[in-house]
Nanobody, 127 residues
Framework: QVQLVESGGGLVQAGGSLRLSCAAS????????MAWFRQAPGKEREFVAV????????DYADSLKGRFTISRDNAKNTVYLQMNSLKSEDTAVYYC????????????????????WGQGTQVTVSS
């Protein structure tokens, strides 16, 4: 089991940037596929980005490609989400999640595919 704690959320103006961090504890972190999801008020939790355990392979929600970047530092047990050119529709609680799979192909992109979750961090984009 991996324990996850997100940070870095806040209030930002449209067009601005934020970098979210997810600190993990648990000896299996470096072999886990990690992902970011988000949930806006009244909406279902949706996939944002995923990264393989090596950090080499990544995938994104189609609507976010080019603006968001996921990365990881296994030496620091941390996953990041760099968010640029933020829009009001990016407002949501952002969650970090861990899978027990090692490849993004096997991990999937549904919330149900990920067994460990952080508490979330609020991102609010003002227009």
């Amino acid at each position: 089991q991996v324990q996850l704690v997100e940070s870095g959320g806040g209030l930002v103006q449209a067009g601005g940037s934020l970098r979210l961090s997810c600190a993990a504890s648990g000896r299996t972190f470096s072999t886990n596929v990690m992902a970011w999801f988000r949930q806006a008020p009244g909406k279902e939790r949706e996939f944002v980005a995923v990264i393989s355990w090596t950090g080499i392979n990544t995938d994104y929600a189609d609507s976010l490609k080019g603006r968001f970047t996921i990365s990881r530092d296994n030496a620091k047990n941390t996953v990041y989400l760099q968010m640029n050119s933020l829009k009001s529709e990016d407002t949501a609680v952002y969650y970090c999640a861990a899978s027990n799979r090692r490849t993004i192909a096997s991990a999937g992109q549904r919330a149900a595919d990920f067994g460990s979750w952080g508490q979330g961090t609020q991102v609010t984009v003002s227009s």
